[in-house]
């Protein structure tokens, strides 16, 4: 359309009245995709200065039927601008250039367009290539045989029209905003679940007000590092996060084979339970011995491997009750209360380097269990509790 829409001004100009020497080497393209025709007034230079018509800088582009030898000749150049532009035209439709093309080749260049194309513009393209030059369609009506048919739309229709345009987007756009919304509150679950157990997240989430929840009969786990703070004296501050960062990191990814949740880590001490949030009935002994055993496997070599002092210290007591709840508005925290945080807490205080320290109701219901061995250590003094027979937990063979 924007070759027909130039041919049409140059044709309407009072004093240009037609190009002349039109053809696709004069179809320039914007940076806006847009064609502009360019070469205006090349014939008239030629005839002005009585140059020979073959030291034209592209020659004899087009045979026209009408021109004979030559095309200066001619006064009325409109319908050669017709057959160029149809010439042109043709170009587009079959992709292929037909300068220095006669007649007869671009009536078969039309013929053998694809049916759909031939069908819409074949007669329109073969009335520009008429041999009688007064035959030739105008610009006026190439540009409504080219023109989409479109469809008188009443001013209500049309308003109609827009506003269910306007809502498809609306929909697309609150779709797209919905799907973000999602996103950006799955990646928020993933924070909170991080910190705050599952129930406890869907509880807020709800805005229910936390209660705290009473456990029966728990597991936990402690575990230290000995000679961590002379590691901590002996290097940098930064080497410390990166270590701590490094064992808790491997922490947390030997905890996920198991039944255990992670309370918390302070400095070097890690803090888990079994049996709570989601109780287990009796297993959450088990479940945390199964897991300190694999701590003891894991980290006996690799914290040497930082520090030939260093070794891993780990106790475990079960007993209830136990009571969990949500501490705080400000960065809340899932925190345990009651005598068996501290009497686990004990447990590892009271153990030795690369050794898993137990209390006996631990032991009792571990003892049939014939992945583990208990073995007796005898009566120690445990700080809050008096006298305690104690054993140390080794796993057997067959583990």
Do not use: M
């Given at each position: 359309m924007n070759l027909l829409q130039g041919v049409a001004a140059i044709h309407a100009h009072p004093t240009i009245k037609f190009h002349g020497s039109l053809c696709s080497y004069l179809c320039g393209i914007t940076n806006h995709f847009g064609l502009k025709i360019c070469g205006l007034g090349c014939d008239?230079?030629?005839?002005?200065?009585?140059?020979?018509?073959?030291?034209?800088?592209?020659?004899?582009?087009?045979?026209?039927?009408?021109?004979?030898?030559?095309?200066?000749?001619?006064?009325?150049?409109?319908?050669?601008?017709?057959?160029?532009?149809?010439a042109i035209c043709t170009e587009i439709f079959t992709e292929r250039v037909v300068l220095k093309s006669d007649r007869e080749h671009l009536i078969t260049l039309v013929a053998n367009l694809p049916p759909k194309e031939n069908l819409k513009y074949g007669a329109v393209l073969l009335?520009?290539?008429?041999?009688d030059a007064t035959r030739r369609p105008t610009v006026k009506k190439l540009k409504q045989a080219f023109s989409p048919k479109r469809k008188k739309v009443t001013v209500m229709e049309r308003l109609l029209q827009r506003l269910a345009k306007y809502s498809m987007e609306l929909e697309h756009l609150v779709g797209l905003k919905t799907q973000e919304l999602l996103l950006e509150r799955s990646k928020c679950d993933e924070i909170l679940l991080h910190i705050l157990p599952a129930a406890v997240v869907e509880a807020l989430r709800k805005h229910e007000k936390i209660l705290p929840e009473p456990f029966d009969s728990v597991t936990i786990m402690f575990s230290d590092i000995v000679g961590f703070v002379q590691f901590v004296a002996s290097v940098t501050p930064y080497q410390v996060i990166e270590f701590l960062n490094t064992v808790h990191g491997l922490s947390d990814k030997i905890i996920c084979?198991?039944?255990?949740?992670?309370?918390?880590?302070?400095?070097?001490?890690?803090?888990?339970?079994?049996?709570?949030?989601?109780?287990?009935?009796?297993t959450?002994?088990?479940?945390?011995?199964?897991?300190?055993?694999?701590?003891?496997?894991?980290?006996?070599?690799?914290?040497?491997?930082f520090d030939e002092s260093m070794a891993i210290r780990i106790g475990i007591h079960t007993e209830g009750p136990c009571i969990a709840s949500v501490v705080g508005l400000q960065r809340p925290r899932y925190c345990l209360f009651g005598d068996t945080v501290n009497t686990a807490s004990r447990m590892e205080s009271c153990g030795e380097p690369n050794r898993i320290h137990i209390s006996p109701m631990t032991t009792e219901l571990i003892r049939n269990n014939t992945a583990f061995r208990c073995v007796l250590r005898g009566s120690i003094l445990v700080k809050g509790k008096g006298e305690m027979t104690t054993f140390w937990l080794e796993k057997r063979d067959l583990l």
């Open positions: 008239r230079l030629l005839q002005y200065t009585g140059l020979n018509r073959g030291t034209h800088l592209l020659g004899d582009l087009f045979t026209f039927p009408e021109s004979g030898e030559t095309r200066v000749q001619i006064t009325d150049r409109r319908p050669n601008d017709i057959y160029a532009a149809g009335s520009c290539f008429d041999s084979d198991f039944d255990v949740y992670k309370v918390e880590t302070i400095g070097d001490i890690y803090f888990i339970v079994s049996g709570l949030p989601v109780r287990n009935g009796i959450h002994a088990a479940e945390i011995c199964y897991t300190a055993v694999t701590f003891l496997q894991v980290f006996s070599t690799k914290l040497r491997s």
